[in-house]
Nanobody, 123 residues
Framework: QVQLVESGGGLVQAGGSLRLSCAAS????????MGWFRQAPGKEREFVST????????YYADSVKGRFTISRGNAKNTVYLQMNSLKFEDTAVYYC????????????????WGQGTQVTVSS
């Protein structure tokens, strides 16, 4: 019912920046909180950030606080993740997810997932 497509990943040097986009489709898009997760090779998928459907509340993993910024443009059905001061350990596939409650940090709290976009940071 809700489809999510990520874009904007790529290869950057440590200290650089990338801006990820998540394009959403579906009539219930604005009723969902949105989140970003990431998964490095051989590692578990981990929470990165989430934003309420209205954009009024945002949450971040401690590892990205002060460096990443999540934002939502409901009129364009798009959620963004601005990533600054990137580190090698940020290298992962980044996934956009849609859930019903803002602030959820667990995979089980989200109903829909995109296919992911690769972010690679060279040290």
């Amino acid at each position: 019912q809700v489809q999510l497509v990520e874009s904007g990943g790529g290869l950057v040097q440590a200290g650089g920046s990338l801006r990820l986009s998540c394009a959403a489709s579906g009539r219930t898009f604005r009723n969902y909180a949105m989140g970003w997760f990431r998964q490095a090779p051989g590692k578990e998928r981990e929470f990165v950030s989430t934003i309420s459907w209205s954009g009024g509340s945002t949450y971040y993993a401690d590892s990205v606080k002060g460096r990443f910024t999540i934002s939502r443009g409901n009129a364009k059905n798009t959620v963004y993740l601005q990533m600054n001061s990137l580190k090698f350990e940020d290298t992962a596939v980044y996934y956009c997810a849609a859930g019903g409650v803002a602030g959820i940090r667990l995979e089980s709290g989200y109903d829909y997932w995109g296919q992911g976009t690769q972010v690679t940071v060279s040290s």
